[in-house]
C-alpha cells in the first residue's frame, strides 16, 4: 500500500505536464526516504528535464539520496535524447530503489532502463498502479505500439439521440450540454495535440476550435474541407493558430495554414490517420459532425469516447453517431450526463 501512494502522487504530478511535454511522455516521480517525501517533479516542457532530474534537482539535502526511493510512472530512459538518460542519473546519485508504475514499450528503453539500473545494484519494483500508469500514459503508447495518434471522439448529444437541429437561424453552435460542460470540453482541447471537424461543422458553426474557458496551448485544428467550400473569413482560417486543411483541392500554404491533399475517391479515415503522422500528431479529439465521428467508428479507428447526453429534446434532427459498445463509466456534470466509451 505505501508503495501505491506515492506512485498515486506521482500521477498527480504527471497530470501537470498533460499536453505540454510531447513527444515525450508526461512522467511524474517522487522521492521518498524515511517514510517522508524529499523530492518532487514532472517532465518539463519538450527539450526540458524529465521528471526524474527535476525530483532529484528539488532534495535540498542530496546525502539522503542513497537511503531514498525514487517512484516514478514510467520506467527511466536509458538513451540521449534531447537530455541524457535518466537511468544513469539514478545511478550516478546511488538512490537504492526504484519503484515504478509501468514499463516504457518504446523500442528504445522497452526493459533497458530497469537492466541498468539493476546492474548498478538497485532494487528495482515494477508493476504498481500498473493499469493506472497505462491509462495516464495511453497517448505515447498509442504512438508507440499502433503508429498513429490516440483519437478521442467526443460529442453532445439530446435526450431523444440528435445532435444538431435540421434548421438554425444563426451560423453559430445550438448547446446541447451546460456551461460547466463546454468549460471541461476546452480542458480536454488543452489536453491534446489536435482538434478535428469535418466541412458542415465549419461552415454551420464557425467555431474557433481553440482554448478559451480553460489555460492551456491550443490544438492543432484539421479541417476536413473536400472542395475547399469553407470561406476564407472562418474563423478556423485566420492563421492565429495553426490549421491543416484536408482537401482534394491543389492549393498553396499560406501563413499558419497548410494544405494536404487526400483522394477523397478512396476510404479517407486511413489516409487522415496518415496526414496526422507525416505532422507527428499524438493525439487528435474529433469534435464532430455526425458523419465525420461515424466515419471513424466504422472504420473501428478511435480509442476513446466522450459523450454528453444533454436535458434537451429536438424531436428531430440530425441524429447521433452509433457506437458498437456500451458505456464504460457514466458521471452527472450538473443536468448532463457525461458517458465514457473505450475500444479495447
Known amino acids: 500500500m505505501k508503495h501505491e501512494k506515492y506512485i498515486q502522487r506521482c500521477l498527480e504530478l504527471a497530470k501537470k505536464g498533460i499536453g505540454t511535454t510531447r513527444p515525450n511522455p508526461s512522467v511524474g516521480a517522487v522521492i521518498v526516504h524515511n517514510d517522508v517525501i524529499i523530492g518532487e517533479g514532472y517532465t518539463n516542457p519538450y527539450g526540458g528535464p524529465h521528471a526524474e532530474v527535476n525530483a532529484i534537482s528539488s532534495v535540498k539535502n542530496e546525502s539522503l539520496l542513497k537511503e531514498a526511493t525514487i517512484y516514478v510512472t514510467l520506467e527511466p530512459c536509458s538513451h540521449f535524447g534531447k537530455t541524457p538518460p535518466c537511468a544513469d542519473l539514478i545511478v550516478e546519485k546511488q538512490l537504492k530503489r526504484v519503484v515504478i508504475g509501468c514499463v516504457d514499450t518504446n523500442s528504445l528503453v522497452a526493459g533497458k532502463g530497469i537492466e541498468r539500473l ?3 545494484g538497485c532494487e528495482v519494483i515494477v508493476g504498481v498502479l500498473e493499469e493506472k500508469c497505462f491509462e495516464h500514459h ?3 503508447f498509442t504512438v508507440q505500439n499502433k503508429k498513429r495518434p490516440y483519437i478521442i471522439l467526443k460529442w453532445a448529444e439530446t435526450k431523444d439521440g440528435y445532435v444538431a437541429p435540421l434548421e438554425k437561424e444563426a451560423q453559430k453552435p445550438v448547446w446541447i450540454s451546460n456551461e460547466y460542460s463546454q468549460q471541461l470540453v476546452h480542458k480536454w482541447r488543452a489536453e491534446e495535440h489536435a482538434i ?3 466541412t458542415n461543422t465549419v461552415i454551420a458553426d464557425n467555431p474557433s476550435l481553440t482554448v478559451r474557458s480553460w489555460s492551456g496551448l491550443n490544438p ?9 467550400r469553407i470561406p476564407n473569413t472562418a474563423t478556423v482560417l485566420d492563421g492565429k493558430v495553426k490549421t491543416i486543411v484536408l482537401t482534394e483541392k491543389s492549393k498553396e500554404d499560406s501563413e499558419g495554414i497548410c494544405y494536404e491533399q487526400i483522394d477523397f475517391e478512396k476510404e479517407i479515415v486511413q489516409q487522415i490517420i496518415e496526414m496526422l503522422q507525416k505532422h507527428k500528431i499524438q493525439s487528435v479529439i474529433i469534435e464532430g459532425g ?3 465521428l461515424q466515419s471513424f467508428i466504422n472504420a473501428n479507428l478511435w480509442d476513446e469516447a466522450r459523450v454528453f447526453v ?3 429534446k429536438f424531436k ?3 441524429k447521433a453517431p452509433l457506437l458498437n459498445v456500451g458505456a464504460t463509466s457514466e458521471e452527472k456534470i450538473d443536468k448532463d450526463i457525461l458517458k465514457i466509451y473505450r475500444n479495447d
Open 196 to 198: 478535428l471537424v469535418g
Open 118 to 120: 539493476k546492474k548498478a
Open 310 to 312: 444533454g436535458n434537451s
Open 290 to 292: 455526425a458523419q465525420t
Open 316 to 318: 428531430n434532427g440530425v
Open 220 to 228: 492543432i485544428r484539421v479541417v476536413i474541407d473536400k472542395s475547399l
Open 138 to 140: 495511453k497517448r505515447f
